[in-house]
């Protein structure tokens, strides 16, 4: 974002002076690579409205808000609006998502934090399957389920980020020769460049988020490349308080040929909440 402001008061100011009436420029939050995040309001209701750098891809970012419009799950993150405002000059876009204010759960990541119990393990995965297959009941596949795109709001876990999603039934956006994703979270197949991806491949790298949840262990080291070419742990080995059937689901959510992944996950973990 250095090509919009230098400094989160330089950029609340510019903000402020650029979004329509109807927007309300409370105060910054973070910034990436994308662009950056203020707190603020649109239309009264709290948001987080996030400015895109000009070079952002609009074909992109176009599929992303236009399918988090049609969406209407607890657990995907709800869009406002989108709209753009001029920024130095460039006109950037500017979508306001609904405000969450637990943060992303790499936060459970540090040493310092409590370690996760069984009951929010369960939730957790029960919560974010229900969303990845929310998702594919639209044919959509997010690529890219990991800790930081998984937002704890007051009452519910909720999928962040679809900007690498996937439609299977409509044109490719990726480049030939790129993968869309993170590096340690894709399933094989994603990794290998596969165009034909599936539910499993979003089951996989759920897996991946909740063992290292579970266990502040990297189920393959961080290293994309030790991905279907090693079995992970048992995640019972780190956690052997937990319930075997719940480390065994987990265990299976990292398989590596897709068929072998489990299939009605958000079922399977309400289930165990009963054991």
Known sequence: MASIANTPNDLIDRLRAAVPA?????????????????LGRYQSQQSALKVFAPTHDQRRLEREVA????????????????????????????????????????????????????????????????????????RIVHRDIKPANIVDGATRNVLVDVGFARHVDRSNLTVVGQTAGTSGYMSPEQAQGRR?????????????TLYQLASRRHP??????????????SLASFRPDLLPALTGLIDQMLAVVPAQRPSNLAFRFAQLKLI
């Open 220 to 233: 393959f080291q961080q290293n994309q490349a030790l991905i279907g070419l090693v079995s992970a742990p």
């Open 67 to 138: 399918l988090l419009q049609k969406m209407n799950h607890p657990n995907v993150v709800k869009i406002q609006t989108a709209t753009t405002v001029v920024m130095n000059g460039a006109t950037c876009p500017l979508v306001a998502y609904e405000y969450l204010s637990g943060g992303d759960l790499r936060k459970h990541l540090t040493p310092a934090a409590p370690q996760l119990t069984k009951e929010q393990i369960l939730t957790l995965g029960e919560e974010i399957a229900s969303a990845v297959e929310a998702l594919w009941a639209n």
């Open 196 to 208: 034909n991806l599936t539910l499993h491949s979003d089951i996989f790298s759920l897996g991946v």
């Open 22 to 38: 109807e927007f309300q420029v409370d105060g910054y939050l973070d910034a990436g690579g994308q662009g950056a995040v203020f």
